[in-house]
């Protein structure tokens, strides 16, 4: 994001930003929060799989990321108890951590430069 503080958004009527990593410093949060939620339940072995599953396919939605654990790395057939029981654990625990980042210096500074106001 460094590089688009020198761009002048006077040229634009909207701008998207994505939220983790732009917006928030929360580019770790995620990980811990899936590691968090696993941790009580699960073994180390499968968790540490299930996190280079996460870092390498980070557009992937976590609904599709906990199939993935389940289907794939655990080989559990009926899992529907226990997919929702991780999802609404995970919703709980980022929502907690996500009101508490930081919003990331690069995004504060683009906004001082181009004199946005709020």
């Known amino acids: 994001m460094k590089s688009i503080n020198k761009i002048n958004l006077n040229n634009y009527n909207t701008i998207i930003f994505d939220c983790d990593g732009v917006i928030l410093n929360s580019n ?3 990980k811990n929060t899936f590691i968090e ?5 699960y073994d180390k072995k ?4 299930f ?16 199939k993935f654990f389940f289907d794939k790395i655990l080989k559990i057939k009926n899992y529907k108890r226990k997919y929702i029981e991780c999802i609404n654990s995970f919703s709980k ?8 980042c930081e919003i990331d210096k690069s995004l504060i500074k683009l906004i001082e430069n181009n004199n946005i106001k709020k």
Do not use: A, D, M
């Open 28 to 30: 770790n949060i995620k």
């Open 93 to 100: 625990i980022l929502r907690k951590k996500l009101v508490k």
């Open 37 to 41: 939620t696993l941790h009580l339940k």
């Open 51 to 66: 996190i280079e599953y996460h870092n390498n396919n980070g557009g992937i939605s976590r609904f599709n990321k906990f």
């Open 46 to 49: 499968s968790i540490k799989s």
